[in-house]
């Protein structure tokens, strides 16, 4: 069973029926690229580019741990979640505080994504580096949008930003919550996943604590990184549409519920969603836009079961262009699932006529 979701211009972050640019709504910053790129993009029917590697898979699913402590879960309904993290196994979201006592660790690196095309950051949490999101999310080979850039392009920027294999990196952002979640999905993709993490609240929860900030990006160092591509966090429009009644599979569409019902759709786009697709707007799962935390984990657990994930299933992520599907990519991960990202998202699936599609409120 596949579930579903929505993204195109910008809305209101709460509802997706107005027009307000929330500081935590990607919708917006999905509208400008769509807006730069609208006259010299068309999107073509292909499958996203995979590379193959010869790492054994690694699964997340912590239905699979067998390690002692560290395969302790908790286990609530149809989900599994992750134990608490110890202090050496920091969780796929880390706290301020978590931060504040392992900001000195030897081997932390702290990354500030921002657009550097919209300008420098002016503040940074102390001690944080510089990452530009461009350089893991452009144009793609087929002319979608937003797509992972070459794995090339993304490891010298991780190494400039004095990330090596060792590293444990944490991410944070400003104002959009997504962009640290795709950094998240891009290392998780190039086999940093399991020593990654991403602060929650983003430096707007770090300020209102009164915890130290910088005015520019600390120095590094360059790092040492060898990319380990991972061949099970992708998926392409084929391997859904394969999937479509596999039971196993839950899809998640991270749209507003009106970009997934077909209310309001992108230019040249079929409205509506892949079928089966459960609608899980991404900003719900966050406190509010001035707090912009993970709600509380029963609540956000309720999602997931409601859209039918089990623990020893695959969960599917999209949106509209694979920004805000992020969030919910990261989440899931969170939540201790064998997760899986489909970049192309809506862009790809709803320019294919010859791929079904769903108008309205039903999943199917």
């Known amino acids: 069973m596949i579930g579903g979701e929505q993204d195109p211009t910008a809305i209101n972050h709460r509802d997706g029926k107005g027009v307000r640019a929330s500081p935590h709504n990607d919708n917006t910053l999905e509208q400008t690229d769509l807006l730069q790129r609208r006259s010299s993009h068309r999107t073509r029917n292909g499958a996203v580019p995979m590379i193959d590697t010869a790492l054994t898979k690694t699964r997340h699913s912590l239905g699979r ?40 660790d030897p081997d932390l690196v702290l990354l500030h994504v921002g657009m550097s095309m919209r300008g ?92 130290a900030l910088a005015s520019e990006a ?7 990184f060898t990319a380990h591509v991972r061949d099970d966090v992708l998926v392409t429009s084929d391997w859904i549409f394969e999937h ?70 695959i969960v599917v992520n999209y949106c509209y262009i694979g920004m805000r599907a992020s969030y919910t990519y990261l989440i899931s991960r969170h939540l201790g699932f064998d997760t899986r990202f489909y970049d192309g998202s809506w862009n790809e699936w709803g320019a294919s006529e010859s791929l079904p599609a769903v108008a309205g409120k039903s999943r199917r």
Not at 147 to 168: F, H
Not at 218 to 224: E, K, M, N, W
Not at 273 to 291: C, Q, T
């Open 120 to 211: 420098m950051p002016e503040e940074y949490i102390a001690g944080a580096r510089f990452i530009d999101y461009r350089d893991f999310a452009d144009e793609g080979p087929t002319g979608l949008i937003v797509e992972l850039t070459p794995v090339e392009k993304m490891v010298e920027a991780l190494q400039g930003a004095g990330v090596s294999n060792d590293s444990r990196v944490v991410v944070y952002g400003s104002g959009s919550a997504h962009l640290p979640a795709r950094i998240f999905m891009s290392l998780d993709y190039l086999g940093l996943g399991d020593r990654t993490s991403v602060l929650d609240g983003g430096i707007e929860t770090w300020k209102a604590e009164g915890r």
């Open 218 to 224: 600390s120095p590094s160092a360059r790092g040492s």
């Open 65 to 104: 741990a067998r390690v002692g402590l560290a395969a302790l879960v908790v286990v609530t309904g149809l989900i599994t979640v992750p134990a608490r993290a110890t202090a050496q196994e920091p969780q796929v979201l880390v706290s301020t505080d978590w931060l504040a006592d392992h900001a000195a």
């Open 244 to 313: 479509l009644e596999d039971g196993s599979v839950t899809l998640i569409d991270a749209r507003p519920e009106n970009e997934y019902t077909g209310e309001r759709s992108g230019e040249d786009q079929r409205p509506g969603h892949i079928p089966g697709a459960y609608n899980l707007f991404w900003g719900d799962l966050m406190v509010s836009d001035e707090e912009p935390v993970l709600r509380a984990l029963d609540e956000v657990k309720a999602r997931w079961a409601e859209a039918g994930a089990d623990a020893e299933g």
